[in-house]
């Protein structure tokens, strides 16, 4: 944004809606230029420079989608919010397809209108510190794909569709666009879709009274508004129940939740994003995912590469992940061998940068301290696994096919841990030995695992 008092165009066929806006960008002490055409829009594009626009969706010569195709060809770097008809979502969801960062709808709300405005400006501040390439690790041509459509869905408000397998990063990734946007200074708010009972749903989602059901203790706000003015990230938001996916569907339309118990409303300004591993499109089809939902969700598609598409950011990705691991062991990273990281870039991973993840720590833990060879990885089969054989990919090792990898060698890892410490009558030093680590590595495995008795030292 420039050091100028910032520049909003405002472009309304009505004059009742132009005033409005005029008055209200000036209340705000913002400078405001008006059209009230297309082909008057466009002249004034191309003459000044703005630092906001916003567009009426129906115009006396054309739309406020034209609008934004010809902002993105003269000021590309303009945040643009539109105005539509209440209700009109097809209209919204195309202009914030089309590249605007939100919109609103009339009758116009004042305080909904002033959010907007500050929204759209803070997008500008943020231009200059907008580094997510600092952040993500590969450069792979699917990796610099997904940074730059990071950069770009950061100054967006649409709700965001993260689509990847499980252990992929999508998570991280709406971190990042949380990270990168004007709401970065407020609460960004995760929840698993999946780990909540279908009966507390709308008590975590939405907040309740005291005395509202029974365990209602105390006054509860919910997620919404513990998230408001941030980003609430839904993971998993396809195992919500149908009855549920309603509830969603009103509280993000309305912008606005009732807490279970409660007379009124709380009105909320957030960001939706949501992720699953499961084909949504699917779920819809098949009647597990109402179709007015997924339509509000899935503004816009975020797809995070499975690793196995990515093998030549792997010995990046070991780098970083062996660093920060050695890093909160307090010990000096450790050489990766030839043999090992051929090993690694020849295996499938199911579990994605996960499963990379647990096999590194597993391996630092194996290792003898300074090289972790291909027999400390411990993988579950050298054979490299192609794209094709994802999908049909037997269990080996004896693990049953509906346990998870991860679970499964969490438990394993467990089990030698708990047999060397009884063997050693829990002595942790003596058992640090045994198992062939340090005893910080040890200790840190204990913690991680809910394994640490006390905090006391050894007897």
């Known amino acids: 944004m420039s050091a100028e008092t910032p520049h909003v165009l405002v472009v309304d066929d009505e004059a009742d809606l132009r005033e409005l806006l005029v008055i209200t960008l000036g209340r705000m002490k913002l400078k405001a ?3 009230d055409s297309l082909a008057s829009a466009r002249d004034l594009l191309e003459k000044h420079r703005f630092d906001l626009c916003l567009t009426d969706m129906n115009l006396g010569d054309g739309t406020g989608l034209e609008v934004i195709d010809f902002a993105a060809q003269t000021a590309p770097d303009m945040p643009i919010a539109v105005i539509t008809a209440y209700g009109n979502m097809e209209m919204a969801t195309a202009a914030m397809k089309g590249g605007a960062y939100d919109f609103i709808a009339k009758p116009v709300a004042l305080d909904r209108l002033r959010q907007l405005i500050q929204d759209g400006l803070g997008i500008r501040q943020n231009e200059d510190t907008n ?8 450069d792979s041509p699917a990796m610099l794909v997904l940074k730059e459509q990071v950069r770009k869905l950061a100054r967006s408000q649409a709700p965001i569709y993260i689509s990847g397998e499980s252990g992929s990063g999508k998570e991280r990734i709406a971190r990042m666009i949380h990270a990168q946007g004007p709401r970065r200074e407020k609460a960004f708010v995760a929840v698993n879709c999946g780990a909540i009972p279908s009966e507390l749903m709308e008590s975590e989602f939405f907040g309740h009274r005291k005395g509202a059901f029974t365990g209602a203790v105390e006054d509860r706000k919910g997620l919404f508004r513990e998230a408001d003015g941030g980003t609430l990230f839904l993971d998993e938001v396809a195992d919500l129940p149908l009855h549920m996916q309603v509830k969603l569907l009103r509280a993000i339309q309305e912008k606005s939740v009732r807490p279970v118990g409660e007379a009124r409303e709380f009105p909320v300004n957030l960001r939706i994003l949501c992720a699953t591993h499961k084909d949504l499109a699917r779920e819809m089809a098949e009647g597990r995912f109402r179709q007015d939902l997924f339509y509000r969700l899935n503004v816009i598609e975020a797809h995070v590469p499975p690793l196995r598409e990515r093998r030549e950011d792997i010995p990046g990705l070991v780098d970083h992940i062996l660093a920060r691991l050695s890093d909160a062991w307090q010990i000096s990273p450790p050489k990766i061998s030839t043999g090992a990281m051929q090993a690694l870039q020849g295996y499938g991973f199911p579990g994605n ?17 300074s090289q ?18 994802i999908p049909h990919r037997k ?8 346990i998870p990898l991860e679970d499964y060698l969490q438990d394993i890892e467990k089990q030698e841990i708990l047999q060397a410490l009884e063997e050693t009558h829990w002595n942790r030093t003596a058992a640090a030995k045994k198992l062939g680590m340090t005893f910080r590595s040890l200790r840190y495995r204990l913690k991680k695992l809910e394994l640490d008795q006390d905090d006391t030292g050894d007897s």
């Open 395 to 402: 269990t080996e090792a004896g693990r049953p096919s509906q």
């Open 33 to 35: 230029s008006t059209a």
């Open 353 to 369: 940068v996960r499963e990379l993840e647990n096999i590194l720590e597993r391996a630092l833990t194996l290792c003898d301290g």
């Open 372 to 389: 972790i060879t291909e027999e400390n990885l411990s993988l579950q089969s050298t054979t490299p696994i192609t794209d094709t054989d």
């Open 131 to 138: 580094t997510p390439s600092d952040n993500l690790v590969g």
